[in-house]
């Protein structure tokens, strides 16, 4: 059981790298909380795995509640989170005094958002 952590690290490890499109592995279906193989989320992001979809959830979840509650993906707008993300990036590593959210890690945390339902922009309604 002690070597559970850094267990946990390098699966968090080998999400980052697959969302930088390193690696490919297929994820094994589980129960997610969204639908990944939505077409829409599909043509926005191709080949989204459920393996991305975690390692966006996690760093998220661990690194975006450190100074306030998480703000569900419904709250901002496309465009917002799109400006927020890295502002906030920033902050959480200030505070971290370290890189806990890397360019990577930001892109993660935006699918992973993506994924939960941010609103979309509004010109995407007006056709
Ligand atoms: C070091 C502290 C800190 C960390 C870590 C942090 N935030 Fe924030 N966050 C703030 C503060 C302070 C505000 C208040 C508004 C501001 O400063 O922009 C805020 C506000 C927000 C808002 C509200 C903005 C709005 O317009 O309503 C969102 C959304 C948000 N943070 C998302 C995140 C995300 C995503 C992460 C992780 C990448 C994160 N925060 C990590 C400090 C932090």
Not at 26 to 31: D, G, L, N, S, Y
Not at 42 to 50: A, C, D, E, I, V
Not at 72 to 85: D, G, M, V, Y
Not at 87 to 108: C, F, I, L, P
Request: proline share 5%.
């Amino acid at each position: 059981m002690k070597a559970l952590p850094s267990l946990l690290i390098i699966a968090s490890t080998a999400g980052l790298l697959s969302a930088c499109g390193l690696l490919g592995p297929k994820a094994p279906e589980t129960t997610a909380a969204t639908n990944l193989s939505d077409s829409h989320l599909q043509s926005k992001f191709p080949g989204y795995t459920l393996t991305e979809y975690q390692a966006g959830e996690a760093l998220y979840q661990t690194q975006c509640s450190r100074c306030h509650t998480l703000h569900p993906a419904t709250r901002l707008l496309e465009n917002e989170w799109a400006l927020i993300i890295p502002e906030m990036a920033s902050k959480a590593n200030r505070k971290a005094g370290g890189e806990v959210v890397t360019a990577a890690g930001q892109q993660a945390i935006f699918r992973y958002l993506y994924a939960q339902g941010m609103a979309v922009v509004a010109d995407e309604h007006s056709h």
